[in-house]
């Protein structure tokens, strides 16, 4: 990786934890982190976890189950 490669990183970086913050100040219950890139949900908050039923000690649960459970939900 070259010098611009990196800064280009960092940047990037800096920019998704200043989205996190600003989404952790509209409500800091309901957190959820998600990799832009693979599209992939890389954290939630316990609050998440207590709202669609999945056990924290689990780990973050699949895409699949996430948008099941979301259904379910919202019936």
Same mark, same amino acid.
């Given at each position: 990786?070259?010098?611009?490669? /990196?800064?280009? =990183?960092?940047?990037?970086? /800096?920019?998704?934890?200043?989205? #996190? !913050?600003?989404?952790?100040?509209?409500? %800091?219950?309901?957190?959820?982190?998600?990799?832009? =890139?693979?599209?992939?949900?890389?954290?939630?908050?316990?609050?998440?976890?207590? #709202?669609?039923?999945?056990? #924290?000690?689990?780990?973050? %649960?699949?895409?699949? !189950? $996430? $948008?099941?459970? $979301?259904?379910?939900?919202? /019936?």
């Amino acid at each position: 990786m070259d010098v611009g490669d /990196r800064k280009r =990183a960092e940047e990037a970086l /800096r920019r998704s934890e200043g989205y #996190l !913050a600003e989404a952790t100040e509209v409500d %800091p219950h309901r957190e959820l982190g998600v990799n832009v =890139a693979s599209r992939r949900s890389v954290y939630w908050s316990q609050e998440n976890y207590r #709202l669609f039923g999945f056990d #924290l000690e689990g780990g973050i %649960p699949s895409d699949e !189950a $996430f $948008f099941s459970a $979301f259904i379910r939900g919202s /019936r």
